[in-house]
């Protein structure tokens, strides 16, 4: 019995796709001592693997060789291996189309390779971020398409993925200690589904459905990206009233019940916040129903590149200088502190914004060493003195730990401070220029 296996460690695990969050549930599992197979179509990604080297900052190369040696991960572009494994979860990317709305074909792909290789007595369980109705409506008819029936032949779940890029270092949060909210097709899909990440996450929470499982995660992103608009907004109108932002945020803040504090920033960044709404918008059409605070919310966070565009042209203003022309230094580029994840960064869309106006734009990253992001191909410069005073602005967009923020007030002519940064630096403040 399937269960069985789990509660004792013989299940054999495979996970597909090894980005930041199929690499992390795979070690996690490896860690409790499960025999786990990693899938993934690009082929550089599984060499590296193979050789011990990990591409995700919360997964150190430390963990992953003695994982190899003892037989307990072993990455693959072999799908045929599928046929082996007892549970299969599906971790590959769920991005938006070039008109906003769901693109499904790394899931569709996923879900098509299982149902090549599909055994009965297996667990499928979907992890991608996705609208609600997805497990059933995709991947259901997909795996029954062979012939084998949900709930006599094979299980299907969905399970929400909670993993935080960075967290490790810094909150401490990770794939084991992090609720884990399951959701299955039928009852008894569910089962199988809780005893499998009950032996690696120390609180596991079943839901009804898999249609709940896939709304709660929804939910839990509009409720943040809404929050983060509020705070943006709010940003925009302080600034025009003269008040700073970040000492109306830091008095709120001191209530002790009723407020949660958000802080404004250049943009949204990462996969969830400016994708993970737009799903629940694409679905709740389906149902004759507009979706008002989630799509303005989205407006408000699509514009606060073009307003970082806006604050460099005033900064530069005051020094008689215009944009176009200009040396701008754009200090981080990833979309959040300490981690080397570009995905959907703002910084992409103000070096756009910046270079239409003429800038010369150039960056520093000490997680990113290099920047290929459609026509860009910029390899990053060594924060020093004379990078920054051989700038004519300076914009902080990702406020990385290992920037040196008294360093870079002494040197740089003019800073534009997106994170507060700067806030405990008392000397040079007359440069500074905050969102």
Known sequence: MLIDKIKSKHAKIGIIGLGYVGLPIAVAFADKGFRVTGFDIVKE?????????????????????????????QPTTDFSALVAQDIIIIAVPTPLNQTRDPDLTAVRAATGQVAKYLQKGQLIILESTTYPGTTEEILQPILEAGGLKLGEDFHLAFSPERIDPGSNNSKGWNFGNTPKVVGGVTPK???????????????????????????????????????????????LLC????????????????????????????????????????YLTWKAREYEFNTRFIELAGEINLQMPRYVRELTIQALNRHRKSL??????????????????????????????????????????????????????????ELTPEALSGSDCVIIVTDHSAFDYELIVKYAPLIVDTRNALAAVREGREKIILL
Not at 47 to 73: H, M, N, T, W
Not at 244 to 258: C, D
């Open 239 to 278: 600034n025009r009233m003269g008040l700073n932002v970040w000492e109306v945020l830091e008095a709120a803040g001191t209530k002790p019940y009723g407020f949660m504090k958000f802080t404004p920033g250049p943009g949204v960044g990462g996969h969830c916040i400016p994708v993970d709404p737009f």
């Open 324 to 381: 176009n022309g200009s040396k701008v230094l754009l200090l981080g580029v990833a979309y959040k502190k300490d981690v080397a994840d570009l995905r959907e960064s703002p910084a992409i869309k103000i070096i756009e914004l910046l270079e239409q106006d003429g800038a010369e734009i150039s960056y520093c990253d000490p997680h990113l060493p290099g920047l290929q992001e459609g026509k860009h191909n910029l390899k990053a410069v």
């Open 45 to 73: 990604k599984v060499a590296q693997l193979k050789r011990g080297e990990s591409y995700i900052g919360d997964v150190g190369g430390e963990r992953l060789l003695p994982l190899s040696a003892a037989g307990r991960f």
């Open 189 to 235: 899909c569910l089962e199988p589904a809780v005893a499998l990440y009950s032996q690696v996450v120390e609180k596991v929470v079943p839901v009804s459905s898999a249609r709940v499982a896939e709304m709660s995660k929804l939910f839990e992103n509009v409720f943040r990206v809404v929050n983060v608009a509020l705070v943006n907004e709010m940003s």
